[in-house]
């Protein structure tokens, strides 16, 4: 190995380093409920239950076959999550490097990587839980990098390559089709020198058919197995009512005044200005393919965080690859914009955008992990936690409870299972709410659980009767002596095994 190349791959391994410790100063901070459902659906699929018929979500199956990995490897827990938030981490700063890398050389690549590294895990950008957009980035960073290096003799494994990353993204979200898709139209747009549109256009057909043959292996497994109507049903058919007001906030996306001054995301904003200041001192600068590469990405990017219907701070961390990446790439324009006239510009344009993202994120890493949580979402998840060290000492091994809510976290920390497929949202909110709400209600009637669990917020959102309500009102009591201002309420069932031993215990 060259000097370079070892300066280069040291550098990366302290990067590696930052980005571990910073995941372990949060290692035990409550989970998020997206990812308690992966995390549990995963165990369920373990244990034998179906995916979208006994174990419900309306995420596309990539997200609950990397947890299943995941709990294969590590087991059932807090490490499998660690282990899946620190790889997509280390993964894109990889591609994030090689992203940099293609146009700036290798010191551009390291001042991508080194904004990757810091901004990765933003507090506010939910950004240190591996949601789906971890991995979503994963690929998409690797894909733009193969993409950005792509040479006019390049082959057709490249390109199939760069079929895979997308394919493998878009199990994870479906909005992956707007960057899939403005990137793929850059490509035809600005080919690599020596490559003709024709040829460009074969690229992008190779592209679409490995992400077509990856969709169609997935309707043909859920077909073989006899799963196709639930599968379709939670994928598709929720996501459209999920994202209803899709272009009204594919609009507002675009809002960029509003959106700068937004407190969740202001680790953005020095990558963007950097980026944008790279854009306008680059764009003369040869070749201009990259760049187009990049507006492209960062047009669609807006477009895919609006395609899901509503803003929720994790969805914005689709930001970060096109701008540490382009910030990467504006030092490197500064550079060559000056040369030696102000060959001090680059490094100080640089260094002031480290300077801001450290101001932004170093305060974070004063906090306990508990006090992330409570700025994120609340208490919560903190709360919940309680809730379910409580509920294992009530219940004996074997016995069972529900919640009524969307806190799956409640069977994670437990560890017990949930005695039907489905939270709350699809039962009450969705195009199959009645027949959901009924197969929960037959569900609870056959094995009725020792205790049921109301999360409180549901009864401000839900309003009206329910078939699980009227379960509930019929054959439970509270519990006694729960905390007024609890997010939860705990009830027994009448005359089960848990109030007869709570009853035998008053009575002492």
């Not at 690549?109 to 590294?117: F, P, Q, S």
């Not at 976290?409 to 949202?425: D, K, N």
């Not at 309500?469 to 027994?492: C, E, G, V």
Request: aromatic share 12%.
């Amino acid at each position: 190995m060259t000097r370079p190349r070892l300066a280069v791959a040291l550098a990366l391994l302290v990067l590696a380093v930052l980005i571990v410790t910073a995941r372990l100063h949060t290692y035990g901070e409550p989970l998020e409920d997206d990812v308690m459902v992966y995390a549990v659906i995963a165990h369920e699929l373990h244990a034998g239950r179906a995916l979208y018929a006994d174990a419900w979500d309306h995420k596309p199956p990539g997200v609950h076959v990397t947890y299943w990995i995941a709990e294969a490897l590590f087991g059932y827990g807090r490490d499998a999550v660690f282990a899946l938030v620190l790889a997509a981490a280390l993964a894109t700063l990889g591609g994030v490097y090689l992203a940099g890398a293609a146009l700036g050389g290798r010191a551009a690549g390291l001042w991508a990587a080194t904004c990757w590294a810091i901004a990765s895990g933003d507090l506010w950008l939910q950004a240190n839980q591996p949601n789906t957009e971890v991995f979503v980035n994963a690929c998409l960073a690797w894909a733009f990098a193969l993409l950005v290096a792509a040479r006019g003799d390049s082959r057709a494994a490249r390109y199939l390559t760069i079929g895979a990353l997308i394919a493998w993204a878009s199990l994870y979200k479906q909005v992956v089709v707007a960057p899939a898709l403005f990137l793929v139209l850059a490509h035809v747009v600005r080919p690599p020198e020596g490559r003709s549109r024709a040829r460009a256009a074969g690229d992008v057909a190779l592209i679409a058919a490995v992400g077509l043959a990856a969709w169609a292996a997935v309707f043909s497994y859920f077909t073989a197995v006899g799963r196709l109507a639930e599968f379709y049903e939670a994928v598709f058919a929720y996501n459209r009512y999920y994202g209803r007001r899709m272009p009204t906030f594919v609009l507002r996306a675009f809002d960029l005044p509003r959106l700068v001054v937004d407190p969740y995301l202001q680790v953005l904003v020095p990558l963007a200005a950097l980026t944008l200041v790279g854009a306008l001192a680059g764009w003369s600068w040869r070749p201009r393919r990259p760049w187009t590469l990049l507006a492209a990405l960062v047009l669609a990017t807006p477009i895919a965080v609006g395609m899901h219907g509503q803003f929720v701070p994790h969805y914005f961390q689709l930001w970060l690859p096109p701008l540490t990446i382009g910030a990467g790439w504006a030092v490197a324009a500064l550079g060559a914009r000056f040369g030696d006239r102000l060959r001090w510009a680059p490094a100080v344009a640089g260094g002031a955008t480290l300077v801001v993202l450290l101001a932004h994120t170093l305060p974070s890493y004063g906090l306990p992990a508990d006090d992330w949580s409570v700025i994120k979402y609340g208490p919560i998840f903190v709360e919940e936690r309680t809730v379910a060290r409580r509920i294992d000492a009530l219940l004996l091994p074997g016995e069972t409870f529900y919640e009524w809510g969307s806190e799956v976290g409640l069977f994670f920390e437990s560890r017990r299972r949930p005695p039907t497929a489905f939270s709350v949202w699809p039962v009450v909110d969705g195009p199959a709410a009645r027949r959901l709400g009924a197969r929960v209600r037959a569900d609870l009637d056959r094995d009725p659980p020792e205790i049921f669990v109301v999360a409180k917020w549901t009864q401000v959102y839900i309003q009206g009767r329910h078939p699980v309500l009227d379960f509930l009102a019929a054959n439970y009591r509270p519990l006694r002596d729960q905390d007024p201002q609890s997010a939860f309420l705990l009830f027994a069932r009448r005359g089960g095994a848990l109030e007869q031993r709570l009853a035998v215990a008053s009575a002492r």
